[in-house]
């Protein structure tokens, strides 16, 4: 029987040696793909529940009171009505009167709650397919009583820390009671992916009733 040479002994070894690394290379793989879904998913489930309290109001925000950004905690928010136009979700809540700062981009305006704001209105609109918030839109909100306009002014196009991109604004109410709520949506103003080719190409009214009653 011939033994092989050593040339052909280091030929095999070598290819030996590449089977293992292969294997051990496609073992990691699977291992951090394995890691990553699982990371991936924790953080989803993490966010969710996050936002689910904010949603829920002050009896559960409690999950979220150890939470701050640059100091600044969450506070609970109410949520006011909902609709579904052409696949966006156009949601209105109110919190607690809050100061926001306008920048246009070189400078600075503080607008501070005055002792008679009633509350913060905030106008979320989201892909209700994906959740993910669309920018560029505007947004006027009108609300009257009994016939006679109370507030009628436009949502600023706001970032939030924990209510995440909305449209919002402070609003004076004269007192408990039912009010109508006006919400004119217009079209982003933006390049478009072919998705949203043909939805929100013109303005869209969603209208409301609620009711009112100082904290």
Not at 11 to 23: C, E, F, N, Q, T
Not at 93 to 105: D, K, L, S
Not at 184 to 195: G, M
């Amino acid at each position: 029987m011939l033994r092989p040479s050593r040339l052909e002994v280091r030929a095999r070894h070598a290819v030996l040696m590449l089977a293992v690394a292969m294997l051990a290379a496609g073992c990691a793989a699977a291992d951090k793909t394995a890691t990553t879904s699982a990371s991936a998913s924790n953080s989803s489930s993490s966010s969710s529940s996050g936002m689910s309290g904010m949603d829920m109001g002050a009896s559960s925000s409690s999950s979220n009171s150890n939470i701050s950004v640059n100091g600044i905690k969450p506070v609970p928010s109410q949520l006011l009505a909902t609709s579904t136009w052409q696949g966006m979700s156009i949601e209105a809540r109110t919190m607690t009167p809050a100061p926001f700062v306008i920048y246009n981009g070189s400078s600075e305006q503080v607008v501070k709650p005055g002792p008679k704001t009633s509350f913060h209105l905030m106008v979320m609109l989201n892909d209700a397919h994906t959740g993910v918030a669309i920018p560029y839109a505007t947004v006027w909100a009108t609300i009257t009583k009994d016939g006679k306009v109370i507030f009628d002014e436009r949502q600023w196009p706001m970032i939030s820390a924990f209510m995440g991109p909305h449209y919002g604004n402070n609003v004076e109410l004269p007192g408990p009671g039912t009010y109508q709520l006006s919400l004119l949506i217009s079209p982003p103003v933006s390049a478009r992916h072919v998705e949203y080719q043909n939805v929100w190409l013109k303005p869209h009214r969603v209208t409301a009733t609620f009711h009112w009653s100082p904290a």
